[in-house]
């Protein structure tokens, strides 16, 4: 099984690299990887773009594949079409974190991945959230994703069955803004 982090954002709301913030003594994309890095995939994927060089210098990228999206500023869907196709053949599937998400559990990782339909998707007490799971069928329909939100309308779409595994607790704070950044440490990462 192979985990995908997407870090390759220009983090252009919050104004600088969202990816090399302070969290936790290290940077917000650290706390994000050693989250991956304990879920044991066989393939640990990330996608850089926006700020690459700085991240390659401060961040551990031990035991991670990088990925460059050279087009980045299109959205999600460009970074998860470009990792795709990095996977290993062998992948039974890919499970996808957001690099700027550090309060998901590995627990909840490992049970998204286990799912037996061709898609999962966390569902928290205030919505569906990420980490998602896409069986090694889906892959060909991620390697065309386009735009932003491209993985909610595969997932919405209807084509493939859905399992939502239940999550205790509200969707996990991404980091998108200042004020995300603010509740993040103060403790409201779940």
Same mark, same amino acid.
């Given at each position: 099984? $192979?985990?995908?982090? #997407?870090?390759?954002?220009?983090?252009?709301?919050?104004?600088?690299?969202?990816?090399?913030?302070?969290?936790?003594?290290? $940077?917000?994309? &650290? *706390?994000?990887?050693?989250?991956?890095?304990?879920?044991?995939?066989?393939?640990?994927?990330? $996608?850089?773009?926006?700020?690459? &060089?700085?991240?390659?210098?401060?961040?551990? #990228?031990?035991?991670?594949?990088?990925?460059?999206? *050279?087009?980045?500023? $299109?959205?999600?869907?460009?970074?998860?079409?470009?990792?795709?196709?990095?996977?290993? @053949?062998?992948?039974?599937?890919?499970?996808?974190?957001?690099? &700027?998400? @550090?309060?998901?559990?590995?627990?909840?990782?490992?049970?998204?991945?286990?799912?037996?339909? @061709?898609?999962?998707?966390? =569902?928290?007490?205030?919505?569906?959230?990420?980490?998602?799971?896409?069986? =090694?069928?889906?892959?060909?329909?991620?390697?065309?994703?386009?735009?932003?939100?491209?993985?909610?309308?595969?997932?919405?779409?209807? =084509?493939?069955?859905?399992?939502?595994? @239940?999550?205790?607790?509200?969707?996990?704070?991404?980091?998108?803004?200042?004020? &995300?950044?603010?509740?993040?440490?103060?403790?409201?990462?779940?």
């Amino acid at each position: 099984m $192979t985990g995908l982090v #997407l870090a390759a954002g220009a983090s252009v709301r919050l104004g600088e690299a969202k990816q090399l913030l302070p969290y936790r003594g290290r $940077t917000l994309l &650290d *706390a994000t990887l050693d989250l991956a890095r304990s879920c044991a995939f066989d393939q640990l994927l990330v $996608t850089l773009g926006g700020a690459a &060089d700085l991240i390659r210098e401060r961040v551990d #990228l031990t035991g991670v594949q990088v990925v460059e999206n *050279a087009e980045f500023s $299109t959205g999600c869907g460009s970074s998860v079409r470009a990792a795709t196709q990095a996977v290993d @053949p062998r992948a039974d599937g890919l499970v996808l974190l957001l690099g &700027d998400q @550090p309060g998901v559990r590995a627990a909840d990782v490992c049970r998204v991945a286990a799912a037996t339909t @061709p898609l999962a998707v966390c =569902r928290y007490a205030d919505g569906l959230g990420h980490p998602f799971w896409f069986a =090694r069928d889906v892959l060909p329909e991620l390697r065309v994703l386009h735009g932003d939100k491209a993985v909610w309308k595969l997932l919405h779409s209807g =084509r493939h069955p859905v399992t939502e595994i @239940p999550v205790d607790g509200p969707v996990p704070i991404d980091v998108d803004t200042r004020a &995300d950044y603010r509740r993040l440490l103060s403790g409201e990462a779940r």
